[in-house]
C-alpha cells in the first residue's frame, strides 16, 4: 500500500521534540521549581496550552515569552519563590537543546533522495537558526518557517496551508514529520500526508485519522519513505 502513495515533493518538519529533546531544560526548570520533577513537565504543557490559547483568542507572542509566562504561572500555583532574571535566562538557553542522535544521518539520508526538507516550527526565527547551529543541521535545511511568520501557532490550520503556499506547493505534496499527535492531526486536516515519530514520549490522538507512518525513530521513518 505504501507504495501506491504519491511521493512529497516537500518535507515538512517540527523541532522541538521530533529533531530537538528538550528533556534537559525540563530538568533545569525542575530545579528551580524546588527540584520537583512533575513541575518541568507542568511547565512544558503550560507552555504549549497557552500558545494554543493565544492562537484561539486571536494573539500572538513568542514562544519564549510564553515560555516565561508559563513558568511563572507554575511558580505561583504551587507557591513556589523564583528569581526572575535566572529564570528568564534559562528559558532563553531553551533554544540550545541537543539534537537526536538519529536526527543528522536521516537528513542526509533524505536529502541524498532529493528531497527538500523544510522547519515548521512554533518556535521563533532566532530560535529555529540557534537550534539548528547548535546542532549543524542548517547544511541539510532548505527553509525554515517560525510560525513568527505566520501569526498562528500550529496545530492551526491556517498555519500548515500557509507554509504551504510559501513553499509553492499544495498540502497534499508536503510530508510533515513530528512527534506530537496534535501536529499529525492538523497537517491531516488540511491534506498534509503525515509521519509521527514515537520517541517514547507521547501517543498519537485517537480520534484524529491514523498518520501515513508512525515509527519509533528517524532511522526506521527513512527506511519507510526510501520505499515511496
Same mark, same amino acid.
Given at each position: 500500500?505504501?507504495?501506491?502513495? #504519491? /511521493?512529497?515533493? #516537500? *518535507?515538512?518538519?517540527?523541532?522541538?521534540?521530533?529533531?530537538?529533546?528538550? !528533556?534537559? *531544560? /525540563?530538568?533545569?526548570?525542575?530545579?528551580? &521549581?524546588? %527540584? =520537583?520533577?512533575?513541575?518541568?513537565?507542568?511547565?512544558? %504543557?503550560?507552555?504549549?496550552?497557552?500558545?494554543?490559547?493565544?492562537?484561539?483568542?486571536?494573539?500572538?507572542?513568542?514562544?519564549?515569552?510564553?515560555?516565561?509566562?508559563?513558568?511563572?504561572? #507554575?511558580?505561583?500555583?504551587?507557591?513556589?519563590?523564583?528569581?526572575?532574571?535566572?529564570?528568564?535566562?534559562?528559558?532563553?538557553?531553551?533554544?540550545?537543546?541537543?539534537?537526536?542522535?538519529?536526527?543528522?544521518?536521516?537528513?542526509?539520508? &533524505?536529502?541524498?533522495?532529493?528531497?527538500?526538507?523544510?522547519?515548521?516550527?512554533?518556535?521563533?526565527?532566532?530560535?529555529?537558526?540557534?537550534?539548528?547551529?547548535? %546542532?549543524?543541521?542548517?547544511?541539510?535545511? !532548505?527553509?525554515? *518557517?517560525?510560525? !513568527?511568520? *505566520?501569526?498562528?501557532?500550529?496545530?492551526?490550520?491556517?498555519?500548515?496551508?500557509?507554509?504551504? =503556499?510559501?513553499?509553492?506547493?499544495?498540502?497534499?505534496?508536503?510530508?510533515?514529520?513530528?512527534?506530537?499527535?496534535?501536529?499529525?492531526?492538523?497537517?491531516? /486536516?488540511?491534506?498534509?500526508?503525515?509521519?509521527?515519530?514515537?520517541?517514547?514520549?507521547?501517543?498519537?490522538?485517537? &480520534?484524529?485519522?491514523?498518520?501515513?507512518? %508512525?515509527? =519509533?525513530?528517524?532511522?526506521?521513518? #527513512?527506511? /519507510?519513505? =526510501?520505499? &515511496?
Amino acid at each position: 500500500m505504501i507504495k501506491q502513495v #504519491v /511521493k512529497p515533493k #516537500v *518535507i515538512i518538519l517540527d523541532i522541538i521534540e521530533t529533531i530537538v529533546s528538550v !528533556d534537559g *531544560i /525540563k530538568d533545569s526548570v525542575s530545579k528551580l &521549581l524546588g %527540584n =520537583r520533577k512533575e513541575l518541568g513537565e507542568a511547565w512544558y %504543557n503550560t507552555m504549549l496550552l497557552y500558545a494554543q490559547v493565544d492562537t484561539l483568542t486571536n494573539e500572538y507572542h513568542e514562544l519564549w515569552k510564553i515560555a516565561s509566562a508559563a513558568f511563572e504561572m #507554575v511558580a505561583q500555583s504551587n507557591h513556589i519563590e523564583f528569581d526572575q532574571g535566572e529564570a528568564f535566562g534559562l528559558l532563553k538557553r531553551f533554544n540550545a537543546s541537543p539534537a537526536y542522535s538519529d536526527v543528522a544521518s536521516s537528513f542526509s539520508d &533524505l536529502k541524498s533522495m532529493g528531497y527538500k526538507l523544510v522547519i515548521l516550527a512554533n518556535s521563533s526565527r532566532a530560535g529555529i537558526h540557534q537550534l539548528l547551529s547548535t %546542532n549543524n543541521l542548517e547544511q541539510y535545511i !532548505d527553509k525554515s *518557517i517560525s510560525t !513568527d511568520d *505566520i501569526g498562528y501557532f500550529k496545530p492551526h490550520p491556517h498555519t500548515y496551508l500557509t507554509a504551504a =503556499r510559501m513553499l509553492s506547493v499544495t498540502p497534499q505534496e508536503c510530508l510533515l514529520i513530528t512527534s506530537h499527535g496534535w501536529d499529525v492531526a492538523g497537517a491531516t /486536516k488540511v491534506g498534509m500526508k503525515t509521519a509521527f515519530v514515537n520517541r517514547d514520549q507521547y501517543a498519537l490522538y485517537p &480520534l484524529a485519522p491514523k498518520p501515513l507512518f %508512525n515509527e =519509533r525513530n528517524m532511522t526506521n521513518l #527513512v527506511e /519507510k519513505i =526510501r520505499l &515511496l
